[in-house]
């Protein structure tokens, strides 16, 4: 009994995470994304600006934003760029820390992905309806979505996907097409999709504040099934490489 006391109790230390506070960033952190150095990048929403954050933990702002930068991404040169919600515009910040506006978006863009040609998606939430901003910074509206899409995830096909409040997901192809791939329970708040193309949703249910969230999962063909349930409110969610999802 001993024995198995103390296996179970190293097992309990080996499985649990400590939470440490790594850095400090700008106010109300709302983005963040990472390099391939290890190097965090964090869009703050109310400083309107960028903080760089290197594997030391040592914290420094890289760089200006438009208003109420939301979603982050990253590319292959290490240029950040901030989708501004309140600007309705993308900013490109270089890795020397120069901020310029790199294109317009619809309304309200509360998210972003890059393609693997440098182009820019948005999820505008209050337009319903998803930008596209090439390197040279042309902008057009690249498709329609459900209503109030909240966050977007783009495969390796290049398809995208938004987490739409409408309680589903819209799929849309690299030439523009758009349609519903399938429902979610409750509203989806983040969205990623795996290597299959199966989509996952965090969603708020609609229970109350103090009810379980869930995730969904959504097959390339639309089959649409409750995977699991989660904490309430789950706004994000994640993909590991052995297919374990975290909101």
Known sequence: LKR???GSLA???????????????????????????????VANALSDNVSKITPDGTST???????????????????VYTSN???????????GGVSSNY????????????????????ANYNSSNVSKIEPDGTSTIFATTGAFPGDIAIDAAGNLYTANNSKNVSKITPGGASSILGDTDGTPRGIAVDPSGTVYT??????????????????????????????????????????????
């Open 202 to 247: 965090s969603n708020a249910t609609t229970g109350g504040e103090n009810s379980p969230g869930s995730v969904s999962k959504i097959t390339s063909n639309g089959t649409s099934t409750i995977l699991a349930a989660t904490g309430s409110f789950g706004y994000d969610i994640a993909i590991d490489t052995l297919g374990n999802v975290y909101t």
């Open 4 to 6: 198995l006391f103390m």
């Open 61 to 79: 702002i890289l760089g200006a934003t438009g208003d109420y930068p939301s979603g982050i991404a990253i590319d292959a040169a290490g240029n």
């Open 11 to 41: 097992l309990l230390f080996a499985t649990t995470a400590v939470a440490t506070i790594f850095a400090t960033t700008g106010s109300s952190p709302t983005g963040i994304v990472i390099d391939a150095a290890g190097n965090l990048y």
């Open 85 to 95: 919600v309140d600007s309705t515009n993308i900013t490109k910040i270089t890795p």
């Open 103 to 122: 294109g317009t978006t619809g309304a309200r863009p509360y998210s972003m992905v890059l393609d693997a040609a440098g182009n820019v998606y948005t």
